[in-house]
């Protein structure tokens, strides 16, 4: 029971509450009758007391005791342990037990909140509740019993809308049950998982659905009967609804029942957890049962995953089938490499297949799908479409593109990373000409594999693409936002993976590190020491040219040739001087005349050891004119040299990968081009120069040289004026002025590739996307095509039109102002006149034919009396001949008359095709009625051409200019009469034979027409007319003219025009005399045009090729040599 060892009970009538006598008797306990208790000394001592419930000394069996019970029910002994203090009777307590309040208790007064201060007032629908409650008497204590025992009550655990006191019964009630207590007296209504519902109702809003919630409710808790007689009052709680976790949704039976949080699954997503249902993930999200995720999972080629942003957006859509609006996330922005798939918006059933596709094989995209971009040009309806890729980008040549982004490069080729921090201007309109670009560090330079370099493509943001339409089927220009751009690495300068080969840097590899020095197209590695390579350099260069300036400039006014002295000894001879020539050293003589009598003489000795040590090479170099013919050694050296430098040019214009040996070759001919500065030692000491001051090198070569070349004729000129008192009567002016037209030729034909090379390479360009337009010749520099006004535009447009073009065309002009083209056209007229005379005798007679009007004597004149004389020397000589007396002359005869006129060699065929003209009667014979006819022509036209005529001659002498313009070339009358002669004897019709005499009457009208014409033309047109129509007789192998040479019958104009400028003409054929020309074109389109198309290209290549094959054919058709 209660109270161990007092149990006291006072209460007031009819109640449970204490009498107030309890405030003056604790627990109604008189301390006057207890020992010592009037004295103040009395003291009782209370230990090992056991109650079962409540007190286990001392119960008062009531509550809301007041006074001095109050007081010593909640008191705790002071001082020695006694209470009261000292001057009263006092108790003490010692070891005593119970089920609760050991020493002192009452009954059960009230249910209360345990730990009110943790007591949760919000709560998500659907949460248990988690109410702790306790029973406490009037001392506070928690009421329990001892042991295990538990209260035989429970406590209710009831949720109302308002008070649950004044709800009607079944009405207002959302929740009840009913909560055991533990044996420690705790009501854990949390451990009975009794969860929170929350009642909302449902209504349609303008097509949406709208849940509304009770704002408050009311959570009571009461105890289920009274305990120990004692009735107690509920515990209520106003509790507030929290709203939904976000990822939950509002789960309701029905429209107007009562409903809990409950989670969404994690493939789906919830807009708003209070008012809307989980929702289908879409097709291309990755949802967490909230939210649809702003990212994708890409699989790598290694199979990790790479995270793509995804945007987005939560909008109204219209549920067709309830004819509701309900907000849905859709997709409006997929990364690159992908597009953005999502139902047309007139037909628009299922938002949840929203995706992004991402661009097939051969495709790719750098640029972001975005549904708000004007134009919606990455954007498709169906996933079908989106598949065929026609608006993602096609794969750039060169590379392969897996699909989305991805765009990897083919062997030989690269596709780099986008990367905006590399974007630089190089150069602008302001900067200056000198700037330079400044390397970046190796490792940052994006390059290609074997020869292919990227600038790449930023990944732009939806707003930096908006405002730009679309284009189908991915075609954009190179410049566009977006597109992975693939450009050409020269030769061996990209190695891929970010690499530049050994030595280079810069846009596209395109640059040399410091220490390497760019030459023939490669990086070559410089000596440590440049100072020393450049101080070695200048002594080996200085040496080099004084022994050549020497050799080619000065060593004629020095030195007296042999052909020179051929030359001289002729003109001596012609003058009738026979004196012996001074053929002393030109050093010697000079010496001499100054007085240095000891110094010439040492010179001499010098002069003869080099004459004596070089003779065998200095016979074949200056060999007479026959030699030269029979061993051609200059125009074998100008072939070699112009192979050579062709050659020498393939390593810039075709950048490829060319075999050890060739490059190498390819570098040490570039000696030939005169380009000394492109071989590797040369290149490091100009490798510090900007690429405008290696332009005004290059450039200046040429007016320095030729100046160089002239200081000898100068010096000559000044000597000549001051002591021979005229400009040009030195001595040695004639070798010196010849000497200097030859070498100046010679060094602008070694000199012409370079120079043209250098001129035209400024306008030689490569776009390289971010980078700019950069040049070729030097990616450090903009390309000057994009600056007009700048220096180096404006001086490259000059040289290339003072080289490239002026020097072919100067040196045409100079060939002119020598009279070359006259020369040979004279030449070929000559050769053009002496065809056609000899032709025309071969048609008109023969030798035999010639021989016997040669016995015959003179032909018939204009009067009778010489016409008389002819018919009978005619007659006589018909006689002689008519050896069978039939009055008819064969071909038999006349042969034999001719062998008695001592004519060895007589043909028979020669004299049968002279009779056939005049045989009218076709009986293979002539009577004396055709032989007089015959002899007549003979003796005619024998002796208007004795077959040494020039054509200065012919061209005045109308009479033969017109037997040569009347003359029947084609043969015709002769081939009629040919054939007329075989029908007869193979007995024709006659009828056939007589139109083949119509035939012959009419080739003779013909003929006589051309003769009555030739009348009538002047001297001058009927030269014209007869030069035209043996180049028709010509084409149409008629007549022949032979190779023509230049062999000196052009006379001294001749010999002049090949001393001086015969380096460009002498070796070809008289009618090719400007083939040379031609030469110096075909080398400026192989050597420097050709770069500027398709460069490095398999196009190229065969543009090469074409252009090769194409002037080896001319070359044969044109037979210059």
């Known amino acids: 029971g209660s109270g161990g060892a007092f149990c006291s009970m006072n209460t007031l009538p009819n109640l449970l509450v204490c009498n107030p006598d309890l405030e003056q008797k604790p627990f109604m306990i008189d301390?006057?009758?207890?020992?010592?208790?009037?004295?103040?000394?009395?003291?009782?001592?209370?230990?090992?007391?056991?109650?079962?419930?409540?007190?286990?000394?001392?119960?008062?069996?009531?509550?809301?005791?007041?006074?001095?019970?109050?007081?010593?029910?909640?008191?705790?002994?002071?001082?020695?342990?006694?209470?009261?203090?000292?001057?009263?009777?006092?108790?003490?307590?010692?070891?005593?037990?119970?089920?609760?309040?050991?020493?002192?208790?009452?009954?059960?007064?009230?249910?209360?909140?345990?730990?009110?201060?943790?007591?949760?007032?919000?709560?998500?629908?659907?949460?248990?509740?988690?109410?702790?409650?306790?029973?406490?008497?009037?001392?506070?204590?928690?009421?329990?019993?001892?042991?295990?025992?538990?209260?035989?009550?429970?406590?209710?655990?009831?949720?109302?809308?308002?008070?649950?006191?004044?709800?009607?019964?079944?009405?207002?009630?959302?929740?009840?049950?009913?909560?055991?207590?533990?044996?420690?007296?705790?009501?854990?209504?949390?451990?009975?998982?009794?969860?929170?519902?929350?009642?909302?109702?449902?209504?349609?809003?303008?097509?949406?659905?709208?849940?509304?919630?009770?704002?408050?409710?009311?959570?009571?808790?009461?105890?289920?009967?009274?305990?120990?007689?004692?009735?107690?009052?509920?515990?209520?709680?106003?509790?507030?609804?929290?709203?939904?976790?976000?990822?939950?949704?509002?789960?309701?039976?029905?429209?107007?029942?009562?409903?809990?949080?409950?989670?969404?699954?994690?493939?789906?997503?919830?807009?708003?957890?209070?008012?809307?249902?989980?929702?289908?993930?879409?097709?291309?999200?990755?949802?967490?049962?909230s939210t649809v995720q702003d990212f994708l999972l890409e699989t790598q080629d290694d199979g990790s995953k790479l995270n793509l942003t995804i945007l987005w957006e939560i909008i109204p859509f219209n549920v067709v089938a309830s004819d509701t609006e309900e907000d849905r996330a859709r997709l409006i922005e997929c990364p690159a490499g992908y597009l953005l798939v999502r139902g047309d918006p007139l037909?628009?059933?299922?938002?949840?297949?929203?995706?992004?596709?991402?661009?097939?094989?051969?495709?790719?995209?750098?640029?972001?799908?975005?549904?708000?971009?004007?134009?919606?040009?990455?954007?498709?309806?169906?996933?079908?479409?989106?598949?065929?890729?026609?608006?993602?980008?096609?794969?750039?040549?060169?590379?392969?593109?897996?699909?989305?982004?991805?765009?990897?490069?083919?062997?030989?080729?690269?596709?780099?990373?986008?990367?905006?921090?590399?974007?630089?201007?190089?150069?602008?309109?302001?900067?200056?000409?000198?700037?330079?670009?400044?390397?970046?560090?190796?490792?940052?330079?994006?390059?290609?594999?074997?020869?292919?370099?990227?600038?790449?493509?930023?990944?732009?943001?939806?707003?930096?693409?908006?405002?730009?339409?679309?284009?189908?089927?991915?075609?954009?220009?190179?410049?566009?936002?977006?597109?992975?751009?693939?450009?050409?690495?020269?030769?061996?300068?990209?190695?891929?993976?970010?690499?530049?080969?050994?030595?280079?840097?810069?846009?596209?590899?395109?640059?040399?590190?410091?220490?390497?020095?760019?030459?023939?197209?490669?990086?070559?590695?410089?000596?440590?020491?440049?100072?020393?390579?450049?101080?070695?350099?200048?002594?080996v260069g200085l040496v080099i040219f004084s022994v050549g300036y020497y050799l080619v400039a000065w060593r004629a006014f020095f030195t007296e040739t042999p052909q020179e002295r051929h030359l001289v000894d002729k003109k001596r001879a012609s003058s009738g001087d026979h004196s012996a020539a001074d053929d002393r050293f030109v050093l010697v003589k000079m010496f001499e005349n100054w007085g240095w009598a000891t110094f010439a003489k040492r010179i001499s000795v010098y002069h003869r050891w080099f004459l004596n040590n070089t003779k065998t090479v200095r016979g074949m170099l200056t060999a007479n004119e026959a030699k030269k013919d029979n061993l051609p050694i200059q125009g074998l050296m100008k072939i070699l040299i112009g192979f050579y430098q062709v050659l020498s040019s393939f390593m810039t214009t075709f950048p490829i990968k060319w075999p050890e040996e060739q490059e190498n070759a390819m570098k040490f001919t570039k000696i030939l081009a005169f380009d000394v500065v492109a071989v590797p030692g040369p290149s490091c000491v100009v490798a510090q120069f900007s690429y405008q001051q290696k332009l005004l090198m290059y450039t200046m070569v040429p007016p320095a040289a030729l100046i160089a070349l002239v200081c000898p004729l100068m010096l000559c000129m000044v000597l000549g004026h001051f002591r021979h008192g005229g400009w040009k009567k030195h001595d040695r002016y004639e070798a010196v002025y010849a000497n200097t037209w030859q070498m100046s030729v010679f060094f602008l034909f070694l000199y012409y590739p370079t120079v043209s090379v250098a001129s035209l390479k400024s306008f030689s360009c490569q776009e390289l996307g971010a980078e700019g337009n950069l040049l070729q010749a030097d990616f450090s520099v903009a390309c000057p095509i994009d600056n007009p006004l700048s220096f180096l535009f404006i001086y490259s447009a000059i040289v290339t039109v003072l080289y490239p073009i002026g020097i072919p065309v100067g040196l045409y002009f100079a060939m002119r102002s020598y009279g070359i083209p006259q020369m040979a056209a004279a030449q070929r007229r000559q050769a053009i006149s002496a065809s056609l005379i000899s032709t025309f005798k071969r048609h008109t007679s023969s030798s035999e034919m010639e021989h016997l009007s040669n016995y015959l004597g003179q032909g018939?004149?204009?009067?009778?009396?010489?016409?008389?004389?002819?018919?009978?020397?005619?007659?006589?000589?018909?006689?002689?001949?008519?050896?069978?007396?039939?009055?008819?002359?064969?071909?038999?005869?006349?042969?034999?008359?001719?062998?008695?006129?001592?004519?060895?060699?007589?043909?028979?065929?020669?004299?049968?095709?002279?009779?056939?003209?005049?045989?009218?009667?076709?009986?293979?014979?002539?009577?004396?009625?055709?032989?007089?006819?015959?002899?007549?022509?003979?003796?005619?036209?024998?002796?208007?051409?004795?077959?040494?005529?020039?054509?200065?001659?012919?061209?005045?002498?109308?009479?033969?200019?017109?037997?040569?313009?009347?003359?029947?070339?084609m043969q015709q009358e002769e081939a009629y009469h040919r054939l007329q002669t075989k029908m007869v004897r193979e007995g024709e019709k006659q009828q056939l034979v007589d139109k083949i005499g119509v035939e012959i009457q009419k080739s003779r009208q013909t003929m006589h027409d051309k003769a009555l014409e030739a009348d009538s033309l002047s001297k001058s047109v009927l030269r014209n007319r007869l030069l035209f129509l043996a180049d028709q007789l010509i084409n149409k192998g008629i007549i022949s003219v032979p190779q023509l040479s230049w062999d000196g019958s052009g006379g001294e104009k001749e010999d002049l025009a090949r001393l001086h400028v015969g380096f460009l003409f002498k070796n070809y054929e008289v009618t090719k005399w400007q083939f040379e020309i031609l030469e110096m074109w075909r080398k400026l389109l192989t050597t420097s045009v050709l770069v500027f198309f398709y460069k490095g290209s398999i196009l190229q290549l065969a543009g090469g090729f074409f252009l090769m094959f194409f002037f080896l054919v001319l070359t044969m058709r044109m037979r210059p040599f």
């Open 347 to 539: 037909n628009d059933l299922r938002p949840q297949d929203d995706q992004c596709a991402k661009c097939p094989a051969t495709y790719y995209s750098t640029r972001i799908a975005s549904w708000n971009e004007i134009g919606q040009p990455l954007v498709d309806w169906k996933l079908a479409d989106a598949l065929t890729g026609d608006k993602c980008e096609d794969c750039e040549p060169g590379a392969v593109c897996t699909g989305g982004r991805s765009v990897e490069p083919k062997p030989g080729f690269y596709s780099g990373a986008p990367a905006a921090a590399r974007r630089r201007v190089l150069h602008n309109r302001t900067r200056p000409e000198s700037s330079r670009w400044e390397p970046e560090p190796h490792s940052n330079i994006d390059v290609g594999v074997f020869g292919w370099w990227s600038t790449g493509a930023l990944w732009e943001s939806s707003s930096a693409v908006r405002g730009r339409a679309g284009r189908k089927n991915g075609r954009r220009a190179a410049a566009a936002a977006g597109t992975v751009q693939v450009f050409r690495c020269p030769a061996d300068a990209c190695l891929g993976n970010g690499q530049c080969a050994d030595g280079r840097t810069g846009p596209v590899c395109g640059l040399c590190k410091k220490g390497y020095a760019m030459a023939q197209e490669r990086c070559e590695l410089c000596a440590e020491d440049v100072g020393t390579t450049i101080a070695i350099g200048a002594i």
């Open 31 to 289: 301390v006057q009758d207890l020992p010592g208790g009037a004295a103040g000394s009395g003291r009782v001592t209370l230990e090992d007391n056991y109650a079962s419930s409540g007190g286990g000394a001392l119960f008062v069996k009531c509550i809301i005791p007041g006074g001095s019970t109050k007081v010593m029910g909640g008191a705790t002994p002071v001082g020695d342990g006694f209470y009261p203090a000292a001057g009263f009777a006092r108790f003490a307590f010692s070891g005593n037990t119970a089920g609760y309040g050991s020493n002192t208790a009452t009954l059960p007064q009230e249910l209360v909140l345990h730990e009110p201060d943790t007591v949760q007032f919000e709560y998500r629908p659907g949460e248990p509740i988690t109410t702790k409650l306790h029973i406490s008497d009037s001392f506070g204590q928690q009421v329990k019993m001892d042991g295990t025992d538990r209260l035989p009550v429970t406590v209710s655990a009831r949720i109302c809308i308002g008070s649950c006191e004044s709800m009607v019964a079944g009405q207002g009630e959302v929740f009840n049950s009913a909560n055991e207590i533990d044996s420690d007296g705790l009501c854990d209504v949390g451990v009975q998982n009794k969860v929170l519902v929350w009642p909302a109702s449902q209504s349609t809003v303008s097509k949406r659905a709208v849940r509304t919630y009770q704002p408050l409710l009311t959570l009571q808790h009461a105890v289920s009967a009274p305990l120990q007689g004692v009735t107690m009052d509920p515990v209520q709680l106003n509790i507030s609804r929290l709203p939904c976790n976000d990822d939950e949704q509002f789960l309701q039976a029905s429209a107007s029942a009562t409903g809990v949080c409950e989670a969404c699954l994690e493939a789906e997503y919830i807009i708003d957890p209070d008012q809307s249902q989980c929702l289908e993930c879409p097709t291309g999200g990755i949802c967490n049962g």
């Open 860 to 969: 018939p004149g204009d009067d009778a009396k010489s016409q008389a004389k002819f018919k009978k020397r005619c007659r006589m000589l018909f006689k002689n001949m008519d050896e069978d007396g039939s009055r008819t002359l064969s071909a038999e005869e006349i042969a034999h008359q001719l062998a008695k006129l001592d004519m060895a060699k007589i043909e028979i065929r020669a004299l049968e095709k002279m009779m056939m003209t005049y045989d009218t009667d076709l009986t293979g014979e002539l009577s004396m009625e055709e032989f007089e006819p015959m002899m007549a022509d003979l003796l005619a036209t024998s002796s208007k051409f004795d077959g040494l005529e020039t054509w200065d001659q012919v061209a005045v002498n109308e009479t033969q200019m017109r037997l040569l313009f009347s003359h029947d070339w």
